[in-house]
Each structure stands twice: as C-alpha cells, then as structure tokens.
C-alpha cells in the first residue's frame, strides 16, 4: 500500500516519431516525483534514454493533421499554425495572427481549414492566402433585438444633446454597413456555442455543432484541510436527472451562402417511449425525444456525410446521412435498447461511437451489439447493404484502416474473453490474423508507416513492459523495457486460476480464485468486488486494482480463499451482460456474489460462516448491499466509497441503469443500500473520503444517520480527510487496509 514507486517502473502512454524509428514512452527508472519521457531507438533497442528537444519535436504527438500523399504533418504552437516535412529539422511558419487559431487539418495538398474565433476558414498554402468562409456571430439577429427604449432612456435622450446625436451617429453607420453588407449571409448561434467544426474536402460545406448549458445546481464538498486554515467549498457535478444539455448539428452550404439546422424530428421510433413508464402510465408518444448529435464525418472526396444521432435517454442510436444541401437525414441504421446503447466501439454515455467512411465513398463503418456482441460493420451508402465484417462471442475494440487502404486493424477479445490480441483483416472482411503472442493484453501502437508495433504487453501476475515487434505473424517480439523493482521480482505473485461457477439461472459465471497452501488453510474466504461497474477484472492481464491483486497474495498467505468475479453489469462479455443489472441494481449483480459465495462453500470447503465481502464505489455499494439484503450468507464487509443512495449520482452513468428518479423511482429504491439498512447483522467497516466529488461524503454520512437511528451495532465509519475517490495518499492506503485486514481477521477467524 506504499507508493508504488516501490514496485519499479512501468511504461505508459507510447507514441511514434513521424519517421518510425524512435518509440516514445513515459518511464520513471529514476524514481522521480513524476514520469518523463523516455526514447528507444527501434534499431538501438537495448538504449533506452530520456528523450530530448530535438527528438521530441518529431513526436506524433506534435502534430494534428497530417497529409498522407505528401508526408506534411501541421501543428499548433502557441496558436500559430506551422507545417513540417520529415525531410527538414523543423516546421516551417505558415499563419501568425493575433487570434488562436484552432481545428487545422488538410483539406488537400495545398488547402488546409481552420477555425478562427467562431468561423471557419480555408488557407491557401500555394498562394498564402486567407479566406473565411462561414459568417457565424453570437447572439439574435439584429431584428429580432429588442428595440424598446425604456422610459428613462428616453428622458435621457431628450436631456442631453450629446446622448441624441451619439444615437443618430450610431444609425447612420449601422444603415451605411448594412448597405454593404447586404448580401451577406450570417449565421446568428442566439444564446449557444459552436464547436466541431469540420470543413469539407470538396470545400462546400461546413458543419458544425451547436450546444448550450443550462444552470444546474451543482453540489459541493468541503475541504477541512485548506491551506487556509479554514473550511472551503469545492464545486462537484450535478446528481442524475439535473443535468440539462443538449447539441444540435448545423450545416453550412458554402455554394448557396446558406445554413440549415439539422432535423431530427423524423427519425423512425424518434416518438417511441421506453417500456418502463408503462408502469407509471406515462406513455405519450405524441412528442419526438431530445437527441443529442455527434460531429458531421464527411466522405474522403467531400460530397457525402454521416452523422451517429442518440437520443438523450440513451435507448436509440441512429447512423444517419445528412443532405448537405437541405440539412435533411435519412437513417442508414438504427439501434434500439430497452436498456441502453453501449458496448466498445458505441460508447455509453452520448454520440462517441466508431463511424467513418471506406476509401472508395461509398461505404461507411460502425460497431453495433446487433448479435449481442460489439463487431464491425460496413453499409453501402447506395444500396443500404449492410454487412458484419466480424462476428461472433468476443467483442471488437479500436479498428482502423491500414495505411495502403487494404486492411484493418484493431484489437479483439476473439478466442478467449479474459484476453486482448492484435489482429489484421482485409477491408471487406475476412480472414482475421493475429499478429501478437503471449497470454495476457496487448496494446498496440502502430508505426506510421506500418512496419512496426510497439506492444505493451502484460500478465495477471506481471506488470506491462513494452515490446517491439514487427508487423508480421512470424516476426518475434523483443522486450526493450525490464521495470520490476528487486524488492518486487523477491515475492513470487501468485497467477490466479480462472473458472467458471454456475448461477441460480444457470448462468456460467467468470472469476479469477487465489486459493492458499491446504497446510494453511483456514476455511474462510473474502469476496472482492470491483468498481466501476462497467469493468472487467476476472482477466489474464495485469490489473488496475494491482493494489487489491497484492492484497490477495496477503489474504491466500494467511490462509483465506479469494474470489473476484465478473459480475453481471461487467465489461467485456456482451449486450446481455451488460445490461442484466437494468432497473435493478443490486439484483443478479449481487446474486453472482451470493451464487460465488455458494461455490465457494461447495467446491472448497468454505466454511459458511466465514465468508467476507469488500470492494470500493460500485465494490462498495454491493457490498452494503450484501451486508443488508444477505446477512445470512456474508458475516462481515468493508464497503469502501460506497454508493449509497443512486438518486444521489451523477447522471452520465446512472440514468442509463435506471432511467432518472423523478420517472423512475421503483429503480432507484431497490437499487440502493440506504433503503435496506434494517437488514443489517454482521460487522460492516465504511471507508470514505471527505473530499470525494464523485461518490460523495454526503452518500456516506446520510447512511450512517439512517443506521444510528435504526439502533445497528457492529459498524463503523473511517475517514480520509484529504482524499478524494481514488486514493492518493500511502498513508490512506495502508490506514485503510489494515483496517479491512483486521475486520477479516478478527470475524472469519475462529
């Protein structure tokens, strides 16, 4: 539970030059206060060293668009736009102005968009030359401002001559420019901002996104600890069903001087309400749901553009392509979930799925859970044909098309779950080649040019080290980096079995089991439940709860059995997994830790009242639940920044589970632990941060009121007064698992 540091260094966030031949990775062999970056040269693998100026300005990671016919990359330094060639030491000045300019990217070879301010613009690079092509302002049209002069305005005027001839002054000049300027098209945002600008390849046409934020009230926590030395106030989010957003998608037709604001009111299924207001006999379909637009994606040539709209409550996500000389929209796909959109590749919380356009402008790509698994798709513009491109029980992460426009890569969970390989298919589909080895996770970053992967690659019971392969199946990895501390390599970590049990619904569970010598074996177990709700954690690579997974070597060396399942709700096995907990949280999530519970005691000889629960945030809240709706199976649990009441979260990742408290209440109340706490019998540890924005103090302190006035022994409160959710202090660390050490110690033990 110490910092870290103490474990050794592992290497993060890797990135290529522009020529492919150096990798760039954070590093920290030196145990300084922060990472650097370290630099390893592909035919100079054994040299790793902290990378300097000269190198770095080669790095990917400089630049934000880059012309693929004639190798020129543009960047952005301190608001002025510069292009680079990979032959010269260094970029070349090309736009110097005293406004930021922001969103470059080639247009083609020799024309580049950009935006200024509120409006777009094309540079030309041939003739050096500057034009703005949208006329966007802020606020109403002149027309529609009121005019009305007050009573005391009106006084004033006729007051003081100075004011009466500053006014017709004033009209003049307004009547000489709109003269001018009459021709003029202007586009007028009222009270909205624009952002997501994207210019067209064919130059006809500029999209942009239009958004405007509502007053919410926001909650606070109070920092006890203030340099000050007194109580400040800290802003957080908003709880669920208060946040109040909404995007539009405006296109701006460059030939007829023109914009439309993008309708989607006819969308098929726009008017359909979700199931559950059955119950509260709410249906009323008269009325088209809000949607929210993610950014136009144009063809390659500029002619043709799509765009992913989702509606707000999350349960429809329609592929659409837009008219860009009426702004009109014709759905190409449409996905409905009673539950909600998501899955990898779709995204959980809004328009931020994968959607782009082959090569050849006729055909887009997507990711869709259709067959209950997120694949690949492509849809032929003309025709409507859809084809998958991948299929099967295993799902698709991150594609993206090669270089030569002949294949895809990505990465993918296929022939086994509790792992992440490499792969290479053709652009129609295929054969799928995997192009990475070894048990464990690989995460690939491809060289520009192709030829090179740059793997960081780990195992349940190792930490990631970078690897450097070339880009062929027979080719061998080589290890460029060894992190592991002395003190670290002299424990031999445990590698956990991966096994299936049975649930109540005949449902075959994943888990990872840490099981200790039989010599030292004391019959008892600990449950861990892990956080984030959509995660998984029951796989064969090395976890982001490395704390907890040395706590499990702890555990097993005392003698306990150790589960950690993937519950229903988890990431990475399908639709159905992960919408099982919809509308009730605290349901088959908690039955697979009562149905884990009940392996336990029959496949290893658990003794049934030796059996403890923990896990921290979503970890945390099944665990109180267990503590209140199942005390007959857990004897003692440590709920760490729990969640104790739903209605009190934030909104992006609560409502899709159960829609919002005002239209949904019967979700929020039995889903959350802060209703069952009369069902309390065992031994209960609460841990939480004061200064949590997340899952807040608050959550904690309304639960404890509820169980002193319920009259509940055998709990108790630690706080952290410094932390937020995720812990940042040792100190925290170590106070808080000894804490759950000795609550499993002192009531699993005879």
């Known amino acids: 539970m110490q910092d870290p540091k103490w474990m050794g260094t592992f290497p993060s966030d890797v990135h290529w030059d522009i020529n492919s031949e150096h990798v760039f990775f954070d590093y920290n062999p030196e145990k300084n206060p922060s990472d650097s970056v370290y630099v390893v040269n592909i035919k100079k693998p054994n040299l790793i060293q902290k990378a300097n100026k000269k190198l770095l300005l080669k790095s990917e990671r400089n630049f934000i668009s880059k012309h693929d016919k004639s190798s020129q990359y543009l960047s952005l330094d301190n608001g002025n736009l510069m292009i680079y060639e990979p032959k010269f030491d260094k970029p070349k000045l090309l736009l110097d102005l005293d406004r930021n300019i922001r969103d470059a990217e080639f247009l083609n070879e020799n024309k580049i968009g950009l935006v200024i301010g509120n409006n777009a613009f094309i540079f030309d690079i041939e003739n050096v ?12 049209k002149p027309e529609e401002q009121s005019n009305e002069e007050s009573w005391i305005e009106k006084e004033n005027t006729s007051l003081i001559k100075y004011i009466a001839k500053k006014k017709e002054q004033d009209s003049l000049q307004k009547a000489y420019y709109d003269a001018q300027n009459k021709d003029t098209y202007t586009f007028y945002t009222d009270k909205k901002y624009a952002y997501g600008f994207q210019i067209s390849a064919s130059l ?14 926001t ?4 920092d006890y600890v203030d340099d000050s030395g007194y109580t400040t106030m800290v802003d957080a989010r908003p709880k669920v069903g208060k946040e109040s957003r909404q995007s539009s998608l405006v296109i701006y037709n460059l030939k007829n001087d023109t914009a439309y604001v993008v309708e989607a009111t006819d969308l098929p299924g726009i008017k359909n309400q979700p199931k559950y207001l059955e119950e509260y006999g709410e249906i009323n379909e008269d009325e088209p749901r809000p949607v929210d637009f993610s950014r136009l994606v144009f063809s390659p040539n500029g002619n043709l553009a799509v765009v992913e709209v989702r509606s707000q409550d999350n349960k429809d996500r329609w592929i659409c392509q837009v008219d860009l000389n009426t702004g009109k929209l014709t759905s190409l796909d449409h996905q409905n979930d009673e539950a909600w959109i998501g899955g990898p590749g779709i995204g959980n919380y809004g328009p931020s799925g994968v959607l782009g356009w082959l090569p050849d402008n006729k055909h887009i790509y997507f990711q869709s859970e259709e067959t209950g698994f997120s694949h690949l798709y492509t849809l032929n513009i003309d025709s409507k044909t859809k084809t998958a491109l991948t299929s099967g029980n295993y799902e698709v992460f991150n594609p993206e098309i090669s270089k030569d426009e002949k294949h895809w890569y990505f990465t993918a969970s296929k022939g086994d779950l509790g792992q992440r390989h490499f792969f290479k298919m053709p652009l129609q589909g295929g054969q799928m080649t995997r192009l990475t080895k070894g048990i464990g996770r690989h995460q690939v970053t491809l060289s520009p040019d192709e030829k090179y992967m740059a793997d960081v690659f780990s195992k349940a019971n190792q930490p990631q080290e970078l690897f450097i392969k070339k880009t062929k199946v027979k080719a061998e990895p080589e290890q460029i980096t060894d992190g592991q501390s002395e003190a670290f390599k002299s424990y031999a970590w445990q590698e956990p079995e991966f096994i299936e049990f049975k649930a109540e619904d005949g449902t075959m569970v994943p888990a990872r089991l840490y099981q200790p010598d039989n010599a030292n074996r004391n019959n008892a177990a600990v449950i861990f439940v892990h956080g984030a709700g959509y995660l998984q954690n029951a796989h ?22 150790v589960l950690d399942i993937d519950y229903r709700g988890s990431a990475g096995y399908g639709r159905d997994w992960r919408t099982a907990i919809y509308r009730h949280m605290g349901g088959k999530d908690l039955s697979d830790q009562v149905d884990g519970a009940d392996y336990l005691k029959e496949q290893h000889g658990t003794h049934p009242d030796k059996i403890g629960i923990y896990g921290g945030s979503y970890g945390g809240f099944i665990t109180l639940m267990a503590l209140f709706n199942e005390a007959d199976t857990f004897k003692t649990g440590a709920a760490l920044r729990s969640v104790t009441d739903w209605a009190h979260y934030n909104h992006d990742y609560t409502s899709n589970i159960l829609n919002t408290p005002e239209q949904d209440p019967k979700a929020y109340r039995r889903s959350s632990p802060i209703y069952f706490a009369e069902g309390l019998k065992g031994h209960l540890l609460m841990a939480h941060g004061v200064m949590d924005t997340n899952v807040q103090f608050q959550d904690i302190v309304r639960l404890s009121q509820r169980l002193i006035e319920l009259g509940k022994d055998n709990w108790e409160l630690a706080i952290y007064p410094v932390e937020g959710h ?12 000894k804490r759950i050490l000795k609550l499993f110690e002192e009531t699993l033990k005879d």
Not at 129 to 140: A, N, P, S, W
Request: glycine fraction near 4%; proline fraction near 3%.
């Open 726 to 737: 995720g812990f940042t202090e040792p100190e925290s660390w170590t106070d808080e698992y």
């Open 129 to 140: 030359k500057l034009r703005q092509v949208t006329q966007i302002e802020k606020g109403k």
């Open 219 to 222: 909650t606070k926590a109070a």
């Open 204 to 217: 006809n046409a500029v999209a942009f996104n239009l958004s405007q934020s509502h007053p919410t009230t």
């Open 540 to 561: 064969k690579w090395w976890s982001s709860y490395f704390r907890e997974y040395m706590f499990h070597n702890l555990l097993t060396d005392l003698g306990y059995t």
